[in-house]
């Protein structure tokens, strides 16, 4: 990370808004344009969700920009996710939130981190 890196946590439902708000916020002030921070801003919050329905302790957003890309950390207390999950079927109920992540993020990696698990989101400044 440099000298530009920002953090929020977050713990229980209320604290969504308050993520999304940063997320959003945050990214476009590290030149990410709009319409990509609401992107990055859909995908930190359906990891968030996960972190607040399937864990406990909630978690960390990590946001910085390195090499013209937006770089996020979703850090929490829960197990290593699966990456490469292909969608749902349109009547399935549940299982959408990380297939979603996958789809609108440039990049899209997870590894432990402690005694939890990091994903990292990155998002090209500039559409490709």
């Not at 530009?4 to 713990?11: K, L, Q």
């Not at 920009?65 to 829960?78: N, P």
């Not at 590894?111 to 490709?128: C, I, P, Q, Y």
Request: contains cysteine.
């Amino acid at each position: 990370m440099n000298a530009r890196s920002f953090e929020t946590s977050y713990a229980e439902p209320g604290d969504l808004a308050k993520v999304r708000a940063f997320v959003r916020d945050r990214s476009t002030g590290l030149g990410l344009p709009e319409e990509r921070a609401e992107l990055l801003t859909l995908a930190v919050s359906e990891l968030a969700t996960n972190t607040l329905q399937h864990t406990a302790g909630g978690g960390v957003v990590r946001l910085w920009a390195s090499d013209g890309r937006v770089i996020c950390d979703v850090i929490d207390g829960g197990p290593i996710r699966t990456l490469g999950r292909t969608m749902p079927a349109a009547d399935a109920l549940r299982g959408r939130g990380l297939a979603i992540v996958e789809s609108i993020c440039d990049e899209v990696g997870v590894e432990t981190a402690g005694d939890g698990t990091r994903v990292r989101l990155e998002l090209n400044l500039k559409a490709s």
